[in-house]
C-alpha cells in the first residue's frame, strides 16, 4: 500500500500471484499501485495477458490509467495488440485500436497503422487509431485520407463508432 515500494514490489506480485494478481491490484482504487499492476501486466506481454489489458481499456473506470501504463512500457505487447485488431468482438478491435493509437508516437506502430489504411487490411481499426492518436503526423493523414469520398465516410462512421465506446 505504501507507493514508495509499488514499483519496486511488483515484479515480484508477478512472478509469485501472475497475471491473476495482477488484474486484482490493476482494479484497486490506489492509483500508484493500479498504474504499477497494469505496467506489470503489459510487461508479462502474453496474449492472455493483452486479452485483459484490453478489458481494461474497455472500462471507463481503469481506461485511462491503462493507457497511461501503455505509453510508458518499455516493451509494449504490440503484436499481440494489432493482432487484436482481427478479434472477432467488435468492441475488442476497438479497444485495441484505442490502445494502438497511444502508441502512434513510435514510428513502426504509425507506419503501421498507415499501411493497413493503404492495403484495406483492417482499414476500419486502423483508422479508428489513427483518430485516437494525438499526434500531427495522424491527424495530417486523417485529413489527406479524407480527400476521398469513400475514406471520408468511413472516418466519419469510425468516429461514432468511437464516440458510442469511449
Do not use: N, W
Not at 493497413?116 to 483518430?131: I, K, N
Request: proline share 5%; with cysteine.
Amino acid at each position: 500500500k505504501d507507493p514508495k515500494f509499488t514499483a519496486d514490489a511488483m515484479p515480484g506480485v508477478a512472478r509469485l500471484g501472475g497475471e491473476e494478481a495482477l488484474v486484482t491490484l490493476a482494479r484497486t482504487t490506489l492509483p500508484a499501485v493500479r498504474g504499477q499492476a497494469i505496467g506489470q501486466l503489459l510487461a508479462l506481454g502474453t496474449e492472455s495477458a493483452t486479452s485483459q489489458y484490453l478489458a481494461m481499456v474497455l472500462d471507463d473506470g481503469t481506461r485511462t490509467d491503462a493507457l497511461t501504463a501503455l505509453r510508458g512500457s518499455a516493451a509494449p505487447p504490440t503484436d499481440h495488440l494489432i493482432a487484436s485488431l482481427d478479434d472477432p468482438r467488435v468492441d475488442r478491435r476497438f479497444a485495441a485500436a484505442k490502445a494502438l493509437g497511444a502508441l502512434c508516437h513510435r514510428p513502426e506502430v504509425g507506419d503501421a497503422l498507415r499501411r493497413m489504411v493503404g492495403t484495406h487490411r483492417h482499414r476500419r481499426e486502423a483508422l479508428a487509431a489513427l483518430l485516437s492518436c494525438p499526434g500531427k503526423e495522424a491527424a495530417t493523414f486523417i485529413s489527406t485520407a479524407r480527400t476521398h469520398a469513400s475514406v471520408d465516410a468511413e472516418v466519419r462512421a469510425v468516429e461514432t463508432e468511437l464516440r458510442r465506446m469511449f
